[in-house]
């Protein structure tokens, strides 16, 4: 059953993530009232600070809005145009009753938010797949880098909304992922090995080329773009804990000697530490991934 519930227990702003929203407005003109319901998402404006869009008495929420009107054509979103994002205000404290003023000085709200006061109504029939907060970089189990050269540890975690990712169009995307999920994995990836070649050989030279900056595409045929400010975020977060953006194409090379006693070695292999940025659907299914190479960080293995 599809059920409907006006916000009540959500005491006002800010308006939810993972709910389906819809702005309801009612107007009586001689015993006769006519009610006008609109589909909405907001979606807090992009590189605001959280509290920017979070309720105080001094602060009214920042939100950029998109809705698909069926008898028009969607106009294309766009994060930073200003004129389409809007300042959402109540009259009073806890009040139900909204309006919208445009973030642009010149600008005007569509008729259904400009309104005065409408109210907004939220689906609890389907969720936007937003299940954890994912509250970014996770510091701590990031800095320590996997013991286990064949394991992948998560250390990280964002929502990307729909207007940040060009797939398909629009209206699409709002009913298959609204947002897509963004995981940061860490890993060790194998990069050199060999065997023993005589049994008086107690070295391994490593002298091998390593691009560090890989993109995996899963768009199978499907034409896909993503924002440059997320693609510049990802580069700036792995700069941060050391990437380096040049050369493209990095040497490694070095040289190490087994000290294992009287026992002999059968096989050394070579791990460069890689991070990867993954994209995907509300179903799961992986979009992009983008994986950098932290060619100053290696780790070695003597198989004897």
């Known amino acids: 059953m599809y059920v409907t519930r006006r916000l009540a227990g959500l005491k006002g702003l800010p308006f939810p993530q ?11 003109v001689n015993n006769v009232t006519t ?5 909405v998402v907001f979606i807090p404006v992009l590189d605001q600070e959280a509290s920017a869009n979070a309720k105080e008495e001094d602060r009214v929420p920042c939100c950029f809005c998109f809705s698909y009107v069926p008898e028009a054509k969607p106009q294309q979103p766009d994060p930073y145009d200003i004129y389409q994002q809007f300042e959402i205000h109540q ?12 973030v642009a000085p010149d600008g005007v709200p569509p008729e259904f938010l400009k309104r005065k006061y409408w109210t907004v109504e939220y689906s609890t029939s389907e969720d ?5 907060d994912a509250k970014g970089i996770y510091n701590e189990i990031r800095s320590e880098l996997p013991n286990d050269v064949n394991a992948s540890v998560v250390v990280g975690k ?12 629009a209206k699409e995307q709002l009913k298959s992922s609204t947002y897509y999920s963004m995981i940061l994995i860490q890993r060790w990836e194998e990069v050199y090995s060999c065997e023993k070649a005589y049994n008086e050989n107690r070295e391994a030279v490593i002298n091998v ?24 975020r990802m580069k700036w977060e792995e700069e941060r804990f050391g990437w380096k953006s040049e050369p493209r194409r990095a040497v490694v090379k070095r040289s190490e000697r087994f000290d294992g006693g009287g026992s002999n070695w059968k096989n050394y292999r070579c791990y460069v530490f890689v991070e990867s940025f993954e994209l995907r659907r509300k179903d799961e299914s992986l979009v992009l991934a983008f994986e950098f190479k932290h060619v100053d ?5 003597w198989e004897s």
Request: proline share 4%; net charge positive.
């Open 18 to 28: 993972n709910a389906k929203l819809t702005v309801s407005y009612s107007i009586t």
């Open 35 to 39: 009610a006008y319901r609109d589909p």
């Open 91 to 102: 009259p009073k404290s806890l009040s139900r009753n909204y309006f919208a003023t445009s």
């Open 128 to 132: 936007f797949g937003l299940r954890d």
């Open 158 to 169: 964002w929502y990307v909304p729909f207007i940040s990712v060009k797939e398909g169009n």
């Open 209 to 232: 080329e390593v691009e560090t900056e890989v993109v995996r595409d899963k768009r199978l045929g499907r034409r896909m773009g993503l924002r440059t400010a997320v693609t510049e």
């Open 297 to 301: 960080k290696l780790r070695t293995k």
